[in-house]
C-alpha cells in the first residue's frame, strides 16, 4: 500500500530565504507526481505535475524534482515571499484511478 | 474557462438528514474525482468517473454514500442518512487524461451535529 510522508510537517522561514520542502512515498511503481497548495479554507491549487518519466519540472520561482527508485521528491522554492505562505501538499498517482496524499507541509513566510 | 465548481460550500445539518453534493468539472474533462478531508486527517479517494460510468469506487465508506454522473458532466454525492463521522471537507477534481494533471475545487464543507 502506497503511504505518502511530508517533512516538515510545518515550517517558518524569514521572506527572501530558499527553502526546500520533502515528500517521500513508499511503492516507486506511480504514474506520476503532483504538487498542489492550499490556502486556509480554499481548494487546492495545482503546482506542478512531474509523469514518472521525468526528473524535474520547474515554474517560475518552483522547482519540483522526482527520484522514483529512492521514493522522493522535493519542492524547491527560491526567494520566498509572505504570499508564498500556504499548506504544500505532495501526492502520488499510484494507478490511472487514486491519487494518495501526504499531509502536507504548512509554510509561513515572515516578512 | 471556469475552473472545478462545487455547491455548497458549507452544509450544517444534523444527524440521519439527507445532504447533495454537487460538482461541475472543467469542460471538456472526462475524469471526475471525488475526495475528502476529515479533521486533522489526509486527503482521501473516494471514487473515479470516467464521463458517466464509475472506475473505482473502492474508497467511499459504506453504502450510505451514493455518487452519480448522470450523462457525464455533473456529478453529485449523496450521504443518506448522514453520521458525526461524516464531518469533514469533500473535494471534487477533474482531469482531461486519465493519469493527467488533477484540477480541484474549492470543497464543500459538511457538518453533521
Known amino acids: 500500500k502506497q503511504e505518502v510522508t511530508q517533512i516538515p510537517a510545518a515550517l517558518s522561514v524569514p521572506e527572501g530565504e530558499n527553502l526546500v520542502l520533502n515528500c517521500s512515498f513508499t511503492d516507486s511503481a506511480i504514474y506520476n507526481l503532483q504538487w498542489f497548495r492550499q490556502d486556509p479554507g480554499k481548494g487546492l491549487t495545482s503546482l506542478l505535475l512531474i509523469q514518472s518519466s521525468q526528473r524535474e519540472q520547474t515554474s517560475g520561482r518552483l522547482n519540483a524534482s522526482l527520484d522514483k527508485s529512492s521514493g522522493r521528491s522535493t519542492l524547491y522554492i527560491a526567494a520566498s515571499q509572505p504570499g508564498d505562505s500556504a499548506t504544500y501538499l505532495c501526492?502520488?498517482?499510484?494507478?490511472?484511478?487514486?491519487?494518495?496524499f501526504g499531509a502536507g507541509t504548512r509554510l509561513t513566510v515572515k516578512p | 474557462e471556469a475552473g472545478v465548481t462545487q455547491f455548497p460550500s458549507h452544509s450544517v445539518i444534523e444527524k440521519g438528514q439527507t445532504v447533495t453534493l454537487r460538482c461541475d468539472p472543467i469542460?471538456?474533462?472526462?475524469?471526475l474525482y471525488w475526495y475528502r478531508r476529515v479533521m486533522g486527517k489526509e486527503i482521501k479517494f473516494l471514487l473515479h468517473f470516467v464521463k458517466e460510468s464509475k472506475q473505482d469506487e473502492s474508497g467511499m465508506p459504506n453504502n450510505r454514500f451514493l455518487a452519480e454522473r448522470t450523462g457525464g458532466t455533473y456529478s453529485t454525492l449523496k450521504v443518506q442518512p448522514a453520521e458525526l463521522e461524516d464531518s469533514g471537507v469533500y473535494f471534487c477534481?477533474?482531469?482531461?487524461?486519465?493519469?493527467?494533471?488533477?484540477?480541484f475545487g474549492e470543497g464543500s464543507r459538511l457538518t453533521v451535529l
Open positions: 501526492a502520488v498517482r499510484p494507478n490511472n484511478n487514486d491519487m494518495r
Open positions: 477534481a477533474s482531469s482531461r487524461d486519465r493519469a493527467g494533471e488533477l484540477f
Open positions: 469542460s471538456g474533462h472526462d475524469n
